[in-house]
């Protein structure tokens, strides 16, 4: 017997010494009361336990929370609880509703196995069984199909169908999955009819799909609106009302506070994986050769707070880049790194003279050299850099390359977030005007506070003194505090009374259709 057996046979055995259950059980007496059948008064709870156990272990194989629902029935002493509390008052029935109605939501009501509940509440209504001892495997059953599918109803609808950190491997955002405590105390609840309606998803966003999705005859708009009602199922962590967003598919910031927009703005976004990426990736770990390395830039989503600005930025350039692109450009053109401001260090020591390294003699998978680019307005980073904690190394950014703010397509970049309007970003941030005009000055914008005209004036005549050297270096502001960032990834919402449709510029669609083939 498996392992559920072996955990409850002590249990029946104390039952059977101790008479724990009254005579008749409470199931008993529910039934016999209900039918006026005194059969059920004969209601064998050793007899019952040994049928309860056979069903679940038939069952339980197929459960999605097998180890939940065993637990529940532990500590209950296999009690039939949800049929002695909602078959009477016509719960059960109410559950097996919600479960034909899923469709609402673009499940497929089978994987509930509605129907065989149906089924056998139709059985056990009939009332035409003729020795109490033949209803246990229908009350068994009936009892452990409405557990599961009452646990996986709910969980579908507040967390997902999908845990989105198992499928995507740029996935951070530690979205909140069901636990074992929450789904016992989920089956120990008073209602299941109060549960099932207040499990409703309610956001505006979700119920818009939902709307488009029941309006629409197109499969290819299902689709979509599907995977987005999935996305908004998912348990992100709390933003509050304030908060910045980047959509990777809509190439777009935008700032919410409440119900409010307080700026949008393009971005550029990390370029696409290429083509056979898993492919190339399982050569390239037995080759170790950079060249079948594939290339991989997609921004990763991710859930951190902005907690400070950085004007004149120092670029601290990956490994991955000075490899790819760095080492080659270096090699082509022996003035590349002094022309682009950019400085080699080796052992952490700078390097005087980079123009005379010799990068022949070095293989790219192995360089000894780390490389940074100064401060100033060839920096790939721009005028600012945004920092927000997280374990990818990418921030928000300017860039002195304005021009991919053009395209239609924004995945071009390394990783980071290019950012459109960097300058209106730093003032909502800073919120201070003394603040936000000494952040101007250091990138040599007079300041909007004529009072503070003395000054900036002064920074400039010390940039202006040839007598003396300026060296342009990184400046530090912090904002009022720290702004709530999620970087998501959506391909349908609703704005203005519409739905909106992005391209799947990463294919991240395809995946989780992939990975919802079985709920459909």
């Not at 007899?47 to 038939?58: G, H, I, L, N």
């Not at 935008?254 to 994986?273: A, E, P, Q, Y």
């Not at 950019?342 to 390097?351: A, G």
């Amino acid at each position: 017997m498996k392992k559920f057996h072996l955990l409850i046979l002590p249990f029946i055995l104390f039952i059977s010494a101790c008479g724990w259950f009254k005579s008749p059980p409470e199931i008993g007496q529910v039934l016999s009361e209900h039918f006026k059948n005194k059969i059920y008064k004969d209601f064998d709870t050793v007899a019952y336990d040994s049928v309860f156990v056979k069903t679940m272990d038939s069952l339980s194989g197929k459960f999605v929370n097998p180890k939940a629902i065993k637990a529940f029935y532990k500590n209950n002493n296999t009690q039939p609880k949800l049929v002695t509390q909602f078959y009477i008052n016509g719960q059960l029935d109410s559950l097996v509703s919600y479960l034909d109605q899923s469709t609402v939501h673009g499940f497929n009501p089978k994987i509930f196995k509605g129907d065989e509940i149906k089924g056998l509440l139709t059985v056990l209504t009939a009332n035409k069984f003729k020795k109490v001892e033949e209803s246990y495997p229908i009350i068994a059953k009936l009892e452990l199909l409405s557990a599961n599918a009452y646990l996986n109803y709910n969980n579908y609808l507040k967390y997902g169908v999908v845990n989105p950190r198992t499928i995507f491997s740029r996935y951070y955002i530690k979205v909140k999955r069901p636990d074992s405590l929450g789904m016992i105390n989920l089956l120990k609840g008073k209602s299941l009819i109060d549960t099932l309606r207040s499990v409703q998803p309610k956001s505006a966003q979700y119920k818009a799909l939902q709307a488009a999705y029941l309006n629409t005859d197109s499969e290819s708009e299902k689709r979509i609106l599907l995977l987005n009602m999935e996305r908004f199922r998912w348990k992100m962590p709390e933003t509050g009302d304030n908060y910045v967003q980047v959509n990777i598919p809509d190439f777009r910031l935008t700032w919410f506070d409440k119900k409010d927009t307080l700026i949008t703005m393009k971005v550029c976004v990390g370029g696409k994986r290429e083509n056979g990426y898993e492919e190339k990736l399982k050569a390239f770990a037995k080759s170790r050769n950079l060249d079948d390395k594939p290339k991989n830039h997609e921004t990763p989503l991710l859930f951190s707070k902005i907690n400070s600005i950085q004007a004149n930025p120092v670029w601290n350039i990956p490994v991955s880049i000075a490899q790819s692109e760095i080492y080659w450009m270096a090699r082509k053109d022996p003035y590349y790194l002094s022309n682009s401001n950019i400085k080699v260090y080796y052992k952490d020591r700078l390097i005087g003279e980079p123009d005379t390294i010799n990068w022949s003699r070095y293989s790219r998978d192995k360089l000894p050299f780390k490389f940074k680019q100064g401060s100033g307005g060839g920096n790939a980073l721009g005028k600012f850099k945004f920092i927000f904690d997280n374990t990818s190394s990418i921030y928000l950014h300017d860039t002195n390359n304005k021009n991919g703010f053009n395209l239609t397509n924004r995945a071009i970049s390394h990783g980071c977030v290019r950012i459109e309007k960097p300058l209106e970003f730093a003032e909502l941030l800073v919120k201070d005007p003394y603040t936000y005009d000494k952040l101007r000055a250091e990138v040599d914008l007079p300041p909007v506070d004529s009072t503070h005209i003395k000054w900036y004036k002064k920074r400039m005549a010390q940039k202006a003194d040839t007598t003396k050297a300026f060296q342009l270096k990184p400046a530090w502001f912090g904002p009022k505090k720290p702004v709530p960032l999620l970087i998501t990834y959506i391909t349908a919402w609703s704005q203005n009374n519409q739905i909106e449709y992005r391209p799947d510029v990463y294919g991240m669609d395809d995946k989780l259709w992939a990975a919802m083939k079985k709920f459909r």
